[in-house]
């Protein structure tokens, strides 16, 4: 009986989402928010950052090669600066994004101090919460997010200071939640040993999670080195991505901050959004099972032909990880972090598997323009191409991909959140949706059929 009725709900509810293609255009509605040219729907200004693929002329959209921009400074000259002088930038690049200026050293040897400090979580929290049944990370974090908010006794305080305080606090805190969440989990799931390890203040954050994560001398330098590229290269991507833009709209409400970051977490891990490089993974893997010489060009491009004509691999005709909202000559990110991947595959012995990832983002526009030679669409790898293989270089396990991405991003997010309450002018984002079904009179309940 519960399942007829289960079925029928569910049919009935099919049906009723049902809107004419048409209708769409008729009423000039923007799915996705997105114009006509693919390009996004301006619905708000921002000091935080930019991300640039294209150019409007009065032709329309020009490709460019990709530029990202935090609070004005180029992603290159941001990275570039950190690491001629060898040193992590994780940090800088939390105070950068969050106080619009880059800090001094007294500053920012203050500020990676404070942040060490708010790495810990309360004891009582770890003991209700390393045990919780949980089988995604993603929705671990999520919750104990939430959980945390009972620890604050100023939880629903929206004055400057203590928002910032808990933006600091929840940025600090989440390499290790992640980390006590995978660890929790793989002991009460999968019977392995439990391996609590506290929080070393004298550790960068890359540091720390990988000590965390793994333990002493279980990672390299190189292998710091290029996660905390990572963390910078994916703390901040404009307010329109769309876990960014979802702690918008919830900080709109004047919600709490816990409330706000945990939406964005949700957001973050529906596959469209920061899961791509798990499936770039599995895609490169299928590449390698099946094509016989890797090494031929000709080869791997009929077999990424084959992907878009949903005749290889997983049959979605998807090519994961090429192609871009924004970006279309280039992303930025990918460049930067290629370079570094390539001083990590040496490392690890893993070149061969390093070019043929190179191979596939040199010929994947080509075969899009073989199977859609119609289109003029400019496509190019997107950072998540190469994060799987560097995470997976440095051994980080694959259920911990899409939270790694959080640790970074919730800097965007507090960003972003703090901005919004900021404005002078406060108003809760409320976009339009048009009513499209029919009129209908209520039916008496002995006239139903």
């Not at 929790?184 to 540091?207: N, V």
Request: charged share 25%.
């Amino acid at each position: 009986m519960n399942e007829n009725i289960l079925e029928k709900v569910s049919h009935k509810l099919h049906e009723s989402c049902d809107i004419e293609k048409d209708l769409f255009i008729r009423h000039r509605v923007k799915r996705g928010l997105r114009n006509a040219d693919d390009s996004g729907v301006l619905v708000g200004l921002s000091n935080i950052g930019d991300v640039v693929g294209y150019k409007r002329t009065e032709e329309g959209i020009v490709p460019v090669e990709g530029r990202l921009i935090y609070r004005g400074i180029d992603i290159h000259e941001l990275t570039s600066g950190f690491q001629k002088e060898r040193r992590h930038g994780f940090d800088e690049t939390i105070y950068l994004l969050l106080t619009g200026e880059l800090p001094s050293k007294s500053d920012l040897d203050a500020f990676a101090t404070y942040m060490a400090l708010q790495r810990d979580l309360p004891k009582d929290f770890i003991k209700t919460n390393i045990s919780s049944r949980g089988t995604d990370i993603m929705n671990m974090l999520a919750r104990n997010i939430l959980y945390l908010y009972t620890f604050d006794d100023n939880a629903e305080d929206t004055s400057q200071i203590n928002l910032v305080q808990q933006a600091l606090s929840l940025i600090a805190k989440f390499p290790e939640i992640v980390a006590y969440s995978y660890h929790g989990m793989m002991h009460f799931q999968h019977r392995k040993t439990l391996s609590i390890r506290h929080p070393e203040p004298g550790l960068s954050p890359a540091e720390n999670f990988l000590y965390m994560l793994k333990g002493k001398s279980r990672y390299t330098p190189l292998d710091a080195e290029i996660l905390d590229l990572s963390l910078v290269l994916h703390a901040e991507h404009g307010g329109g991505n769309n876990s960014s833009f979802t702690a918008r709209v919830t900080s709109s409400t004047g919600t709490d901050t816990y409330s706000s970051i945990a939406s964005a977490v949700g957001s973050l891990k529906g596959p469209y959004h920061g899961g791509a490089n798990l499936r770039v993974y599995e895609m490169m893997n299928n590449i390698r099972q099946n094509v016989m010489n890797p090494n031929s060009d000709d080869e791997v491009l009929d077999y990424l032909i084959k992907i878009l004509r949903k005749e290889a691999h997983n049959r979605t005709g998807k090519m994961y990880g090429i192609g871009h909202a924004v970006y279309t000559i280039s992303d930025p990110r990918t460049t930067i972090l290629r370079e570094k991947a390539r001083d990590l595959a040496r490392e690890k012995g893993k070149e061969e598997e390093f070019e043929l990832y190179c191979k596939v983002e040199r010929l994947a526009p080509e075969a899009f323009r073989v199977f859609k030679p119609e289109s003029s669409k400019v496509l190019c790898a997107n950072v998540d191409f190469f994060s799987g293989f560097v995470y997976s270089c440095i051994g980080i396990p694959m259920e911990i991909w899409t939270p790694l991405f959080a640790i970074a991003r919730i800097v965007g997010w507090s960003a972003h959140r703090l901005e919004e309450l900021n404005f002078t002018s406060k108003r809760i984002i409320r976009p339009a949706y048009k009513y499209v079904g029919e009129e209908k009179s209520y039916i008496a309940m002995s006239d139903r059929n």
